[in-house]
């Protein structure tokens, strides 16, 4: 196998990492792939090396998303937990790759390793503060800057300026009608900070995007950066 492409298991010292290549099964995910559904049981975790996943939160016809996921961390996040299933579902939301591992296989090599459940737990925690930070930008928040958000997100994970997204993935993401984000779309579309073409959002100007979302971005990748950026056992 190549070098790693996700960010927390590069972290992983050369012998750790050593232990776990062999079990990492190298996988291309499609654009609308199910990493895995509501309440059914979590067969592999996916260490993202390429793309974007979402997490949904489900109740009955509602669905809205709460988190995003690309090469800084991984979906399946309860497995990390002791804990099988989820009532979230997870999906790919551009095409990308990931190393899997069977949930199994990956909480014995948790137990065998403290390093290495060291740092997943240390996700956990940033993408619960992820959570908590989608909840307080969707009760508090005007949608442009809710948008300005979402999107600067998917710029940090794809990490690159063409985003492929359409309306309707957009309005999954934001909680709202289509109209509502083509609205939104509008907004940063006529500053001149994005460039919005059927299914792309190209991002033009970064630091515009930065100044729109203001405070209801930053606080879960600042956590990241504390709390695994430097990761040390």
Not at 194 to 214: N, Y
Request: charged share 25%; hydrophobic share 45%; with cysteine.
């Amino acid at each position: 196998m190549a070098s790693i492409g996700n960010k927390l298991l590069a972290l992983l010292p050369g012998e750790e990492q050593a232990l776990l290549k062999p079990l990492l099964q190298p996988v291309v995910l499609s654009q609308g792939e199910v990493l895995h559904e509501g309440m059914q049981p979590i067969g592999y975790v996916h260490f993202l090396e390429s793309g974007l996943s979402s997490e949904i939160a489900l109740n009955g016809d509602e669905r809205i998303e709460v988190g995003c996921i690309g090469r800084e961390g991984f979906s399946g996040v309860p497995v990390v937990l002791g804990v099988d299933r989820s009532p979230h579902r997870s999906f790919m939301e551009t095409d990308g790759s990931a190393l899997r591992l069977p949930a199994g296989e990956l909480q014995k090599m948790m137990d065998a390793n403290p390093m290495l459940r060291a740092l997943l737990l240390r996700y956990v925690q940033v993408f619960m503060i992820q959570i908590a930070a989608t909840a307080l930008a969707d009760g508090r928040y005007a949608l442009h800057r809710r948008l300005a958000r979402w999107l600067l997100m998917a710029h940090d994970r794809l990490e690159r300026d063409e985003l492929s997204l359409t309306h309707e993935f957009l309005s999954l993401m934001l909680g709202v009608r289509r109209s509502g984000v083509t609205d939104a779309i509008h907004v940063l579309e006529g500053d001149g900070i994005i460039r919005a073409t059927r299914g792309l959002i190209v991002v033009r100007d970064r630091s515009a995007l930065e100044r729109v979302a203001g405070e209801c971005y930053g606080v879960p990748e600042t956590e990241y950066r504390r709390l695994i950026g430097g990761f040390a056992a």
